[in-house]
């Protein structure tokens, strides 16, 4: 965990934004596919003995990135350690070995081995994708959990990904995410008309249908471009990662909830010839190691973004808003829409949109009596003072 010797606060989050941009973007300009040489098989082992790997894990986030990136490191000792030397994982940065977003073709075609991303990034392969990991007014994180080890989540997932030589599993989540950053403010519908925004996923066809060009932009590069203009704003995970990046020193307006990410659920794919030569003690121990982090990274987002947002709140230029209910209610109406289309692509997405969606109902239908209930009740606790001063 994090201490607070080490955490990105006031004027350390824009020197430790700066050397993670500046070592992203340059590791991105060398980093190709092609450059890396294919993995060699294994070597030979004992009868009776565990196989050795020497594993090469890409991310899509920049190197140690506070929750991202670490969640990644912190997966690798783990699985590292409980193998008692048979699997040695080495974490690499986005743009080390391969570009952000190409850590799963990297993986697909052997030419790395485990991936640590977030699913919806591969939805150019399926829309179905990201089911696994966001949808708009979808599942909050400990209900993502849920559908993927009990509701049979994971079932449809290992399908899905063994269609391109993957094993994947739920790895990490960052919790309920935040509607982004703004250098103007969004009061109507009429305001998205022509906002250049990075949002990813099927949030950011959500936006394109409000009339927003919206654009898939790996972390390390989202600075730069909310800087230079090339968008009007961003969303990115929640407070404790949106401080560290400092997109407040140019976007002044912070909307809230983050409609299109309410509990985003982290994977690590891994090659599946990889995989099946594993040993069952060691699948055993890389499907252990990911379910611990699950639970490790969302503990620390949670405690990581409560105490940012105290920062946030006592920022005298940044206006922290929810989204209008005008605005709100279309966000709703479309997200419905374009999830549902993700469920026309073929059989297989009609049966992940299926599956997904009864959970969703059965999940809203008793956190309205339970978590919602309690959270409404809570607020009346005249103890409480939520100004942050």
């Known amino acids: 965990m994090t201490d607070e010797t080490s955490k990105p606060r006031d004027g350390a989050s824009s020197v430790i934004r700066r050397s993670f941009l500046t070592g992203a973007g340059a590791a991105a300009a060398a980093g190709t596919l092609a450059a890396i040489a294919p993995k060699s098989d294994p070597p030979p082992t004992t009868a009776g003995s565990d196989p050795k790997f020497?594993?090469?894990?890409?991310?899509?986030?920049?190197?140690?990135?506070p929750g991202l990136g670490t969640s990644a490191d912190r997966l690798a000792a783990r699985i590292n350690a409980s193998s008692g030397g048979s699997i040695n994982v080495k974490v690499y940065g986005a743009?080390?070995?391969?570009?952000?977003?190409?850590?799963?073709?990297?993986v697909q075609q052997g030419n790395a081995d485990i991936y640590h991303g977030a699913e919806y990034y591969w939805q150019g392969k399926s829309k179905a994708f990201a089911f696994f990991a966001a949808v708009?007014?979808?599942?909050?994180?400990?209900?993502?959990?849920?559908?993927?080890?009990?509701?049979?989540?994971?079932?449809?997932?290992?399908?899905?990904?063994?269609?391109y030589n993957i094993k994947a599993f739920l790895t990490a989540n960052s919790g309920t995410q935040m509607g982004g950053w703004y250098k103007r403010p969004l009061n109507t519908l009429e305001d998205f008309k022509?906002?250049?925004?990075?949002?990813?996923?099927?949030?950011?066809?959500?936006l394109r249908r409000m009339g927003a060009a919206a654009s898939t932009i790996p972390g390390g590069e989202i600075y730069q471009a909310l800087q230079s203009g090339r968008i009007d704003g961003t969303e990115w995970a929640g407070p404790w990662n949106d401080v560290a990046f400092g997109f407040f020193e140019i976007a002044k307006y912070y909307y809230y909830p983050g409609f299109h990410e309410p509990g985003t659920g982290l994977?690590?794919?891994?090659?599946?010839?990889?995989?099946?030569?594993?040993?069952?003690?060691?699948q055993s121990i890389v499907e252990t190691a990911t379910t611990a982090e699950v639970e490790n990274a969302l503990a620390e987002f949670n405690a990581e973004n409560a105490l940012a947002y105290q920062e946030i709140l006592k920022m005298p230029d940044v206006t922290v808003a929810p989204f209008s209910e005008?605005?709100?209610?279309?966000?709703?109406?479309?997200?419905?829409?374009?999830?549902?289309?993700?469920?026309?692509?073929?059989?297989?997405?009609?049966?992940?949109?299926?599956?997904?969606?009864?959970?969703?109902?059965?999940?809203?239908?008793?956190?309205?009596?339970?978590?919602?209930?309690f959270a409404q009740d809570r607020l009346l606790d005249s103890t409480l003072d939520l100004t942050g001063d």
């Open 54 to 65: 020497d594993l090469k894990m890409v991310t899509t986030w920049p190197k140690g990135f």
């Open 95 to 106: 743009g080390e070995l391969v570009p952000a977003l190409g850590a799963f073709d990297a």
């Open 136 to 163: 708009p007014f979808g599942l909050t994180g400990p209900e993502l959990s849920a559908w993927v080890r009990w509701g049979g989540g994971q079932a449809l997932w290992d399908e899905l990904s063994a269609r």
């Open 194 to 206: 022509g906002l250049k925004v990075r949002m990813p996923g099927m949030g950011g066809e959500v």
């Open 267 to 282: 994977s690590m794919g891994i090659n599946l010839d990889v995989w099946n030569r594993m040993s069952p003690a060691q």
């Open 326 to 373: 005008e605005i709100t209610r279309e966000i709703a109406r479309l997200s419905a829409e374009v999830v549902a289309e993700a469920g026309e692509e073929d059989e297989l997405s009609r049966r992940i949109y299926e599956s997904f969606s009864a959970f969703r109902e059965r999940a809203i239908a008793y956190n309205k009596i339970s978590e919602l209930a």
